[in-house]
């Protein structure tokens, strides 16, 4: 458990068992060097320099001190010479905070006093640099062991921000985002076995009683009668149950709707279409963008925006069981779309194909984005760390990125121009649901499927195939889920509310 809390007091009044302190290449300058200086170390920027911390990006350094009859650690943590652009600097941070707090989790410091940077350095208020500085320290406390017995002991951290002004209300708002992004994670991480399409509609059922949201969950009989072809051919292969799930969340009056459509696929075996043993694992994560969605419902209710969203999240398992779809078959969309299933794998468009149209036709939103682990073509083209946007709404896209560089979701542009649409043509149906290798492009025809089944709405795609999971080298997300798309939406409502 992390328990945050802000102070005006002066830093060292704190009471607490650690201190830390964030400091730049100039360290030698900074005036609360000077007073770990008068108050405990005389040469203290000599036992820095010659224990090679020099302030940089990785620099940390732990030194004990006596202090009121007991001992306190004080933390020195590098975060450099300012980045070029304010975006990537405020990135550098949030990973000098992570090192900070694993630093006290793994000395099991369990009080700590803690004074952020200085926010004009990132161009962002204190306030903002509060709210980020309490959603990081959750994603950076985030475990998934509830299935190990030998759980290392939970680290009760109790972390005091000293702040020059009241961030109450941003420090609680980032407590409610960085508790979300875990929710999705711990969601993400859950085997197929455990997180079936039923065990996430309970959920879905449960963050609707919590928060008092409407709620719709139907199943295979219902989506039949709805013509949902892409839902049942995916469902047909599985003995799991799949499970339609909208969530809608009504505080915004005669606002118009923004939907959030998202990609529930609990496990993805290919279906007929097999995928090789090595690329079916990790396919547990196919869920990612659903529950991102799921956790985003949640999350802006507690934040209590004034606005009107939805979230509409297909939960399907896709198997190769005996009724499950063949390639060649053709199937017919809920908006009368015909569709040949090249590839069974290519799943997650199928499922989407009519979530959008769904999501059209009951809430007729203004705005409609869709979060996908949709492509491995977007894992090769863009890695782990950029999500992939695809719109061709320019004004929505440069919105989404510019949400993304504050909250610190990278998002990578990638072409929707109507020269790919041509890829996904079919001989024998309206469209085919895998692009034609001369396209290449995997990413992008994707997307263009997709955009079959949005008329009306200003509509953008992310692709999160790389972005959900095991991101390298970030201390934030580590190994498993990262949560990729929650603080993105999040913000995004926010600045709309
Ligand atoms: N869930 C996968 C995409 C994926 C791959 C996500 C790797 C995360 C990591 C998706 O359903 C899929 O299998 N897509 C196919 C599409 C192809 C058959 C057109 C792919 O990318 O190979
Ligand atoms: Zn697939
Ligand atoms: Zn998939």
Request: proline share 3%; charged share 20%.
């Amino acid at each position: 458990m992390l328990t945050l809390l802000q102070s005006q007091k002066k830093f060292w009044d704190v009471s607490a068992e650690g201190y830390v302190l964030f400091l730049d290449e100039n360290f030698e300058q900074s005036p609360r060097l000077k007073e770990v200086a008068e108050q405990f170390y005389p040469h203290i920027n000599d036992i820095l320099k010659k224990h090679l911390f020099g302030g940089k990006k990785n620099d940390l350094y732990v030194l004990s001190a006596p202090h009121n009859d007991g001992l306190i650690q004080l933390i020195f943590v590098g975060i450099g010479k300012p980045e070029k652009t304010w975006h990537r600097d405020l990135e550098m941070y949030r990973r000098s905070l992570a090192r900070a707090l694993q630093t006290l989790k793994k000395y099991s410091i369990p009080t700590a006093s803690v004074e952020i940077p200085d926010h004009t350095r990132y161009k962002i208020s204190e306030q903002e640099l509060i709210r980020q500085t309490a959603i990081i320290a959750h994603m950076a406390n985030y475990t998934f062991d509830s299935y190990k017995s030998d759980k290392k002991a939970e680290w009760s951290g109790n972390i005091t921000l000293v702040t020059k002004s009241d961030v109450t209300d941003s420090l609680n708002e980032g407590i409610i985002i960085g508790k979300a992004i875990n929710r999705t994670r711990s969601w993400a991480d859950l085997p197929g076995n455990i997180a079936t399409p039923k065990y996430m509609s309970n959920e879905a059922q449960k963050i609707a009683k919590e928060h008092n949201l409407a709620i719709t969950v139907f199943g295979r009989e219902k989506a039949l009668e709805l013509g949902m072809g892409g839902f049942c051919a995916v469902d047909s292969g599985s003995h799991q149950d799949g499970q339609f799930v909208a969530l809608e969340y009504k505080n915004g009056g005669n606002k118009p709707t923004i939907a959030l459509v998202g990609k529930g696929i609990t496990f993805d075996t290919g279906g007929v279409s097999l995928k090789p043993a090595n690329s079916m694992t990790g396919m547990k994560f196919d869920m990612s963008g659903a529950a991102a969605v799921i956790s985003t419902m949640a999350a802006i209710a507690e934040l209590k925006l004034p606005l009107n969203v939805v979230g509409v999240t297909p939960f399907v398992e896709n198997m190769p069981g005996g009724n499950a779809a063949r390639q060649d078959d053709i199937i017919t969309h809920m908006n009368g779309v015909t569709s040949e299933i090249k590839n069974t794998d290519a799943e997650g468009r199928l499922i989407l194909a009519d979530a959008l149209v769904y999501a059209e036709k009951n809430y007729n939103p203004e705005i409609i984005i869709d979060i996908a682990t949709l492509t491995g073509a977007c894992v090769y083209a863009l890695g782990h760390f950029y999500t992939g946007l695809m719109t061709q709404d320019d004004e929505l896209a440069a919105e989404l990125i510019q949400r993304g560089q504050l909250i610190g979701e990278r998002l990578a542009s990638l072409p929707l121009d109507d020269d790919y649409k041509e890829a996904i043509k079919s001989d024998v149906a309206d469209i085919g649901n895998t692009g034609s290798s001369s396209y290449s492009a995997g990413t992008i025809t994707a997307a263009f499927y997709l955009s079959n089944f949005v008329k009306k709405a200003r509509w953008a795609h992310l692709d999160v195939a790389g972005s959900a999971h095991d991101v390298p080298g970030i201390n934030y997300t580590q190994k498993g889920s990262s949560g990729a798309g929650v603080r993105l939406f999040i913000e995004f409502l926010k600045q709309r509310a």
